[in-house]
């Protein structure tokens, strides 16, 4: 049931950090070679860190809520590897929860450009850049928030993520018969930067209070916070052979949460 990826490429976005960053480990660590995209210059450092590994790996500076940024990412790709076989659409933000009536209209068109346009553009340059080769695997990412709403969380991000897994149900179907298949994964609360109370600023400010992570803990039956590499190793399975018929599916990672 060994997992090997050589001679295959994976592009994930949103990789300079967290999940992201554990999935281009997690593909390079089954053989894959990587393209790391983020809007952050320290995507650079991060691929570097992956060519460490023993694969090839290269960075591509991008805003996933422009389209041409994202058709010249996998064009890049191709022109790199020669190949697209595996995308984990990841990059997003985080919010906090206000009242609908005090969120800023500049705040929901900025979460639904990034959280949910972003998969869209990557999407769909993706999908003629598999065909190439006869298909492939596309890995979008929800979140919990995806598939229910939860106490004094943000609209605007619960919102664009249910958007991803209605987008990602309508591609698998639009697109099976040719070869692809595409799933969205929804991790549980997650330690990254996004979540982190003390996180300072940037783009994925936010964080969530301590509260809020405690509420997380206790209906959490696995009893811990989830880790990057949670996800990132789910992703790889599900782009793997051992998934080959699961389609159009979402996958919850969140240490049995949502169950309860
Ligand atoms: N951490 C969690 O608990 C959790 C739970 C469910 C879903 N998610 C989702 O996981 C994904 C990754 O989040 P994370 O927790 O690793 O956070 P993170 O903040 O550590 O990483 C997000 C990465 O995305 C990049 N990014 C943000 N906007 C971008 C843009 N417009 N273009 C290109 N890159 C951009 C950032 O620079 C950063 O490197 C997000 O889509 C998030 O919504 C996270």
Redesign the pocket.
């Given at each position: 049931m060994q997992i090997d990826f050589s001679g295959k490429v994976a592009l994930v976005?949103?990789a300079?950090?967290?999940?992201?960053f554990a999935a281009a480990r997690a593909f390079a660590e089954a053989g894959a070679s990587v393209m790391l995209?983020?809007?952050?210059p320290a995507v650079a450092a991060s691929a570097e860190k992956i060519a460490a590994l023993g694969v090839e790996a290269c960075a591509f500076e991008?805003?996933?809520?422009d389209s041409d940024q994202c058709e010249s990412m996998v064009a890049k790709a191709l022109k790199q590897f020669g190949r697209l076989d595996f995308a984990f659409n990841?990059?997003?933000?985080?919010s906090h929860y206000r009242p609908i009536s005090d969120v800023p209209d500049a705040d929901w068109r900025q979460m639904l450009d990034?959280?949910l346009s972003?998969v869209f553009y990557c999407v769909k340059h993706q999908i003629p850049a598999m065909l190439r080769t006869g298909g492939g695997v596309i890995v979008n990412?929800s979140?919990?928030?995806g598939t229910r709403a939860l106490p004094d969380t943000s609209v605007e991000y619960t919102a664009a993520?249910h958007g991803v897994i209605g987008l990602t149900r309508q591609v698998a179907v639009n697109h099976g018969a040719e070869g692809i298949r595409c799933l969205a994964i929804c991790?549980?609360?997650?330690d990254?930067?996004?979540?982190d109370p003390d996180s300072t600023g940037g783009?994925?400010a936010g964080g969530i209070p301590p509260t809020t992570r405690e509420w997380f803990l206790q209906r959490t039956p696995l009893a811990r916070i989830g880790q990057?590499e949670d996800i990132g190793r789910s992703v790889v399975l599900m782009c793997s052979e051992q998934a080959s018929f699961i389609n159009g599916s979402h996958l919850l990672v969140d240490g049995g949460l949502v169950q309860g």
């Amino acid at each position: 049931m060994q997992i090997d990826f050589s001679g295959k490429v994976a592009l994930v976005t949103g990789a300079a950090q967290g999940i992201g960053f554990a999935a281009a480990r997690a593909f390079a660590e089954a053989g894959a070679s990587v393209m790391l995209a983020d809007r952050s210059p320290a995507v650079a450092a991060s691929a570097e860190k992956i060519a460490a590994l023993g694969v090839e790996a290269c960075a591509f500076e991008l805003d996933v809520a422009d389209s041409d940024q994202c058709e010249s990412m996998v064009a890049k790709a191709l022109k790199q590897f020669g190949r697209l076989d595996f995308a984990f659409n990841n990059a997003g933000i985080g919010s906090h929860y206000r009242p609908i009536s005090d969120v800023p209209d500049a705040d929901w068109r900025q979460m639904l450009d990034i959280n949910l346009s972003g998969v869209f553009y990557c999407v769909k340059h993706q999908i003629p850049a598999m065909l190439r080769t006869g298909g492939g695997v596309i890995v979008n990412n929800s979140s919990v928030l995806g598939t229910r709403a939860l106490p004094d969380t943000s609209v605007e991000y619960t919102a664009a993520k249910h958007g991803v897994i209605g987008l990602t149900r309508q591609v698998a179907v639009n697109h099976g018969a040719e070869g692809i298949r595409c799933l969205a994964i929804c991790p549980g609360l997650i330690d990254t930067q996004l979540v982190d109370p003390d996180s300072t600023g940037g783009i994925a400010a936010g964080g969530i209070p301590p509260t809020t992570r405690e509420w997380f803990l206790q209906r959490t039956p696995l009893a811990r916070i989830g880790q990057p590499e949670d996800i990132g190793r789910s992703v790889v399975l599900m782009c793997s052979e051992q998934a080959s018929f699961i389609n159009g599916s979402h996958l919850l990672v969140d240490g049995g949460l949502v169950q309860g």
